[in-house]
Each structure stands twice: as structure tokens, then as C-alpha cells.
């Protein structure tokens, strides 16, 4: 399975972005797609996701009410709709997924079984 993300720039403080990530290959194989972020000096921590066969979606405290996943499981594709956007949400953004279902909370990095390239995210204030 192969991860294509796509969508981060640089935006002002307020403003809005749209990640979109599109999954090809092997696609029957994944269940649960999200996304991640990472900000210089700091781990990879946990944005949103989502399941294919459905359930809850999972969202970080510091995204809720901001940012909201949905997926199209026709076009295999993920979007991460991020509105109210602060420099501190200023990270590489990557794309993630996992054969089965998204685990309670969403999980953590080891839970994902592909990864995509990352798209640079940067919130100017």
C-alpha cells in the first residue's frame, strides 16, 4: 500500500487548510487511515483518524473543534479539514494506515502499518 499526501503550504494564524491523502495498491487491506504530525524537536504525535468499516473517529484534544477527518472509501483517499489554524499546529503533517480498525484513542505511531511522505504544514502568526 502506498500513501500520497498532498495539501500543506503556509497559511496565517485563523486561516484554513485542506490535507487530502490518497492510498493505492493493496487498498482491500486497510481499515483505519488518520494522519499524524510532527514538529521539529519533537515526536510524532497523533492528529485524527478514522475507520472504513466504521466506529468512532479519534481526534486529539488540541485539534477538537478545529480540524475534522473524513474519508471516501470509494477514491481510498482520506481529507483532513483544518480550520482555525495556530502556529502551534506548524508540523510535518504524515499520513497513516493500518490494517484494521482504528484502536480506541487512535493509537500511537507502532499502530499504523504504512506511511506516507509527510507535507509540511506552517502556521504564520
Known amino acids: 500500500v502506498q500513501l500520497q499526501a498532498s495539501g500543506g503550504g503556509l497559511v496565517q494564524a485563523g486561516g484554513s487548510l485542506r490535507l487530502s491523502c490518497a492510498a493505492s495498491?493493496?487498498?482491500?487491506?486497510?481499515?483505519?487511515m488518520g494522519w499524524f504530525r510532527q514538529a521539529p524537536g519533537k515526536e510524532r504525535e497523533f492528529v485524527a483518524a478514522?475507520?472504513?468499516?466504521?466506529?468512532?473517529?479519534y481526534y486529539a484534544d488540541s485539534v477538537k473543534g478545529r480540524f475534522t477527518i473524513s474519508r471516501d472509501n470509494a477514491k481510498n483517499t482520506v481529507l483532513l479539514q483544518m480550520n482555525s489554524l495556530i502556529p502551534e499546529d506548524t508540523a510535518v503533517y504524515y499520513c497513516?494506515?493500518?490494517?484494521?480498525?482504528?484502536?480506541?484513542?487512535?493509537?500511537?505511531?507502532?499502530?499504523?502499518?504504512?506511511w506516507g511522505q509527510g507535507t509540511q504544514v506552517t502556521v504564520s502568526s
Open positions: 495498491g493493496r487498498t482491500f487491506s486497510v481499515n483505519g
Open positions: 497513516a494506515a493500518r490494517r484494521g480498525a482504528v484502536v480506541a484513542g487512535g493509537g500511537t505511531p507502532g499502530a499504523y502499518d504504512y
Open positions: 478514522t475507520s472504513r468499516s466504521g466506529g468512532p473517529t
